[in-house]
């Protein structure tokens, strides 16, 4: 599996995996829709078999690592179309090129497809609770087509529910995460809304880069469908993590403020990594601390304030 191709190789995991997989000897190629001209990178959108097609065609792919998506639960909810089309539509575009053209998936999924199941811990053989959104049903959607045509026609597939990713790369949005909004706005000693008695657990972009390739380097291995929790097991309270990044910047905790939890969102994620450690021999290694304060700084050299709202 040393031949592949990233689709929404230039998103904020994408971006990050490329170069990682590069340093540990893999050889990559990107597809996304960006206009630019590079020797490893084609221009695609995954909705297009015709225009994805070109890919498999130019390279001899050994597993497509499939990152490109629509992302985000607001996101979602606004552009539920858009989300079907991509995430759904777009991967079985590729679970059929795959099986033309003999490669594995890997598939970005979330841990958003476990829904709403109170503080039960989020294992990959949980069945899921109350799907809370548009981007939850389609990401869990995938899975199931994923499923489908590995147990019926042997496609070697996983997929990786990511457990609340961030780091350098991700530039601050009303529909980014929490973490690089909470960042970018307590640095400019704006208020920031924490919902009341949320959990998580964050884990830093480049472990989820290490859970990727630890997946990839075992493709050979297992049943030819698997699913995989890569995050890292830390939960905090969001107020803790508004009250780290306070202390990180050397701003006042003032700027904190309580609110209910809105729609269509589970209250706590409180997950297991067990499987990936015990399979894939796959760990988290980069703490919260500092895993903020590497953010932080590149926050402060990359991202100006340019008046968004977030």
Not at 126 to 143: I, R
Not at 197 to 217: H, L, M, P
Not at 218 to 227: I, L, Q, R, S
Request: proline share 3%; glycine share 8%.
């Amino acid at each position: 599996m040393k031949r592949v191709l990233i689709t929404g190789g230039l998103g904020v995991i994408g971006s990050r995996l490329g170069p990682y997989l590069r340093s540990h000897g893999y050889e990559v190629y990107i597809l996304d829709n960006k206009v630019m001209k590079r020797d490893d990178y084609i221009r695609a959108d995954v909705t297009s078999m015709v225009e994805v097609m070109e890919a498999f065609k130019r390279w001899d792919i050994d597993c497509i690592l499939h990152l490109a998506g629509e992302v985000g639960r607001e996101n979602g909810e606004l552009f539920a179309r858009r989300s079907v089309d991509v995430n759904v539509s777009g991967t079985i575009n590729l679970i059929q090129l795959c099986r033309e053209y003999d490669a594995a998936i890997v598939f970005a999924s979330s841990s958003e497809v476990y829904g709403d199941v109170g503080e039960t811990v989020m294992h990959e053989d949980l069945p899921p609770g109350k799907l809370t959104n548009c981007y939850a049903l389609s990401k869990s959607q995938a899975e199931q087509y994923l499923r489908h045509f590995s147990e019926n026609y042997g496609l070697r597939a996983r997929a990786t529910r990511i457990f609340m990713c961030y780091g350098p790369g991700e530039y601050p949005s009303y529909y980014r995460s929490a973490m690089t909004r909470f960042i970018y706005n307590i640095m400019r000693n704006r208020s920031v809304k924490v919902h009341r008695q949320a959990k998580r657990s964050w884990c830093y972009i480049d472990d989820i880069c290490s859970g990727w390739e630890a997946v990839i380097r075992n493709m050979g291995t297992g049943p030819k469908y698997d699913v995989f929790n890569i995050g890292r097991h830390d939960p905090r309270t969001m107020r803790e993590v508004a009250e780290l990044i306070c202390e990180l910047t050397g701003k006042p905790t003032s700027l904190i403020k309580e609110s209910e939890l809105p729609p269509f969102v589970s209250l706590v994620k409180n997950a297991s990594f067990d499987k990936a450690r015990q399979v894939l021999a796959y760990q988290a290694n980069v703490d919260l601390g500092e895993g903020i304060r590497r953010t932080i700084e590149w926050q402060k050299e990359a991202v100006h304030d340019d008046g968004i709202e977030c």
